[in-house]
């Protein structure tokens, strides 16, 4: 089967390479996904922003070194899930734009996903810093 069969069939041409050159593909479709993130989701350049600040902020209040790690991961955590939750309302708004309760259900998630991360940088920031 060749690579056209393969993406008529349901597969991706890209799933069959390997080594490097997968690498070297995947490094610049996550670079894609950062800019479509950027320019497509509000909530995503806030949470740079944040990030920008924040980050910094936990190494220079963090006192042990575990404690800037905590602190930084819990920032990048707000980071992926967000990145997340961005591509399931992309998914989500591709297969229809028409109100549904699955839908909603999904979207509806992945924001609850974001807010337990939001919450997550609160909890452990507050350990760190007064705990």
Known sequence: M???QEAVAGE???KG???LKRVWNA??????GFRAAWKH???FRQEVLLALVLVPLALYLGDTPIGKALMV????LVLIVE????AIEATVDRISLENHKLAKRAK?????AVLIALLNVLVVWGLVLFG
């Not at 490094?27 to 894609?32: C, E, K, P, R, T």
């Not at 509806?108 to 609850?112: E, N």
């Open 108 to 112: 509806d998630i992945g924001s609850a």
């Open 27 to 32: 490094f610049f479709y996550s670079l894609a």
């Open 2 to 4: 060749n690579e056209s």
């Open 73 to 76: 991961a819990s920032v990048l």
């Open 17 to 19: 390479k390997t080594g």
């Open 41 to 43: 989701e509000d909530a």
């Open 12 to 14: 991706s041409p890209h």
């Open 83 to 86: 990145l997340v939750n961005s």
